[in-house]
């Protein structure tokens, strides 16, 4: 019985030893990719510069960018102790990975639950009531309790202040509410984007009467293809780039682009009853007045380069969501066992400061460093027994030896040298 939990204990550790070694290498390498990934999320990516604020908040994304930036680090430093504790099982390493392994949890549990899984469903809930609101079946009666449930939920308020937020950016950044349509930054679809069609100008689209866009007007507003935005000097050239580069489709996914973005321009004016949250914002009579010209807005250049970084924004979100939350929940399940592994090697394994007994009973045999050493000779002619003879050593030395009983001429010996 002794001798079989002995064995199964062996079995234990060295599978626990194994797992660490392994895997945390492994997590190195994944860490790394996370970390490069957050990275490239929170510098690179279009929606980190800060003329696109408004949607950020939209997507909560400032939390779950830096959650997951943070988690980066903290798993690669858990990867190299853990490592390190796999070849030395030094308990102040275990226990400063275990830490490490515990934060990075933490934060990819933020990343999981708190962030990603809400902004997915508010996402997708987005999508249903722009694309089915106001439409036939049983889709339109879903999306019109969804608008229902975002709109008590603060919603509506959140996306009218991401549009009043952009008006702000793509005409005039420097006025309390809305401004005027000139604005410092002065953005405009090019000649080239814009449709051949001269009554897309912004000024034809003051008022909006039961989407009355045209369909040739929204479908050349929400184009798959690049449409390409020009600024005024004082604005930020990113805003422009971004703006022209990035509100577009991403390849294989021109359809969900084109309807999204065409929704948006036809129904999120009164989707949102945002004449209604604007109004309400206004703090005197002089803001109430502007609200029109926001309207204009959204109806004009402005509204169609909104809703097109909207499509945009929301397919980002579902093509990069799923990814995070994947490797966040395949990273945890590895971090769990790897905790279990180090608890179970630090307080069942071996001790570290004891030596192997194999390795103690090999040092045992090896002779002593002062030990003499024997040779074999042959006895010289008529030598006899208890004589004297000089014989040479293996190293050229010259000296005597007693010939042994029983030994005669021709015959081999052994001597100490």
Same mark, same amino acid.
């Given at each position: 019985?002794?001798?079989?939990?002995?064995?199964?204990?062996w079995l234990c550790t060295c599978l626990c030893e194994n797992y660490l070694d392994l895997v945390?290498?492994?997590?190195?390498?994944?860490?790394?990719?996370?970390?490069?990934?957050?990275?490239?999320?929170?510098?690179?990516?279009?929606?980190?510069?800060?003329?696109?604020?408004?949607?950020?908040?939209?997507?909560?994304?400032?939390?779950?960018?830096?959650?997951?930036?943070?988690?980066?680090?903290?798993?690669?430093?858990?990867?190299?102790?853990?490592?390190?504790?796999?070849?030395?099982?030094?308990?102040?390493?275990?226990?400063?990975?275990?830490?490490?392994?515990?934060?990075?949890?933490?934060?990819?549990?933020?990343?999981?639950?708190?962030?990603?899984?809400?902004?997915?469903?508010?996402?997708?809930?987005?999508?249903?009531?722009?694309?089915?609101?106001?439409?036939? &079946?049983?889709?339109?009666? $879903?999306?019109? !309790? +969804?608008?229902? #449930?975002?709109?008590?939920?603060?919603? *509506?308020?959140?996306?009218?202040?991401?549009?009043?937020?952009?008006?702000?950016?793509?005409?005039?950044?420097?006025?309390?509410?809305?401004?005027?349509?000139?604005?410092?930054?002065?953005?405009?679809?090019?000649?080239?984007?814009?449709?051949?069609?001269?009554?897309?100008?912004?000024?034809?689209?003051?008022?909006?009467?039961?989407?009355?866009?045209?369909?040739?007007?929204?479908?050349?507003?929400?184009?798959?293809?690049?449409?390409?935005?020009?600024?005024?000097?004082?604005?930020?050239?990113?805003?422009?780039?971004?703006?022209?580069?990035?509100?577009?489709?991403?390849?294989?996914?021109?359809?969900?682009?084109?309807?999204?973005?065409?929704?948006?321009?036809?129904?999120?004016?009164?989707?949102?009853?945002?004449?209604?949250?604007?109004?309400?914002?206004?703090?005197? &009579?002089?803001?109430?007045? $502007?609200?029109? !010209? +926001?309207?204009? #807005?959204?109806?004009?250049?402005?509204? *169609?380069?909104?809703?097109?970084?909207?499509?945009?924004?929301?397919?980002?979100?579902?093509?990069?969501?799923?990814?995070?939350?994947?490797?966040c929940n395949i990273l945890a399940i590895l971090e769990l066992i790897l905790l279990f592994s180090?608890?179970?090697?630090?307080?069942?394994?071996?001790?570290?400061?004891?030596?192997?007994?194999?390795?103690?009973?090999?040092?045992?045999?090896?002779?002593?460093?002062?030990?003499?050493?024997?040779?074999?000779?042959?006895?010289?002619?008529?030598?006899?027994?208890?004589?004297?003879?000089?014989?040479?050593?293996?190293?050229?030395?010259?000296?005597?030896?007693?010939?042994?009983?029983?030994?005669?001429?021709?015959?081999?010996?052994?001597?100490?040298?």
């Amino acid at each position: 019985m002794a001798e079989s939990e002995s064995t199964c204990r062996w079995l234990c550790t060295c599978l626990c030893e194994n797992y660490l070694d392994l895997v945390n290498k492994v997590l190195f390498v994944v860490g790394l990719v996370f970390f490069l990934f957050a990275a490239w999320i929170c510098f690179m990516d279009p929606l980190s510069d800060p003329s696109w604020e408004s949607m950020q908040d939209l997507g909560n994304l400032s939390k779950t960018k830096w959650a997951a930036l943070a988690a980066g680090p903290l798993i690669l430093i858990a990867a190299c102790l853990g490592i390190s504790f796999a070849k030395q099982q030094n308990r102040a390493v275990g226990c400063g990975y275990m830490v490490c392994i515990l934060l990075a949890l933490i934060l990819q549990f933020v990343v999981v639950s708190v962030s990603t899984g809400g902004i997915l469903t508010d996402i997708q809930d987005l999508v249903d009531v722009t694309l089915h609101f106001n439409t036939e &079946g049983e889709a339109s009666k $879903k999306a019109e !309790k +969804l608008e229902e #449930k975002m709109a008590k939920a603060g919603k *509506a308020e959140v996306i009218s202040k991401t549009f009043r937020s952009w008006a702000k950016r793509w005409n005039n950044p420097d006025s309390e509410f809305v401004g005027g349509l000139d604005g410092d930054y002065e953005c405009r679809f090019t000649q080239e984007s814009a449709s051949s069609d001269s009554s897309l100008a912004a000024d034809n689209f003051i008022t909006m009467v039961e989407s009355s866009r045209r369909l040739e007007d929204v479908a050349s507003y929400c184009t798959p293809k690049e449409k390409t935005v020009k600024c005024g000097k004082s604005a930020p050239s990113s805003f422009a780039k971004t703006t022209s580069e990035y509100c577009m489709a991403k390849a294989s996914h021109e359809k969900e682009f084109t309807n999204f973005c065409s929704a948006c321009i036809t129904k999120w004016w009164d989707l949102w009853d945002m004449e209604k949250l604007n109004k309400e914002k206004a703090e005197d &009579g002089s803001e109430q007045e $502007k609200v029109p !010209k +926001l309207q204009n #807005k959204f109806e004009g250049d402005p509204g *169609a380069a909104y809703c097109r970084c909207m499509s945009r924004f929301v397919d980002s979100i579902q093509r990069h969501y799923p990814q995070i939350k994947l490797i966040c929940n395949i990273l945890a399940i590895l971090e769990l066992i790897l905790l279990f592994s180090t608890i179970w090697l630090m307080m069942c394994g071996p001790d570290p400061e004891e030596s192997s007994p194999e390795i103690e009973m090999n040092l045992g045999q090896q002779p002593a460093s002062g030990a003499p050493q024997r040779q074999t000779v042959i006895c010289p002619e008529n030598a006899l027994p208890g004589t004297p003879v000089m014989v040479t050593t293996n190293d050229g030395r010259m000296m005597q030896a007693i010939v042994p009983e029983g030994v005669g001429p021709g015959m081999p010996f052994q001597i100490e040298v």
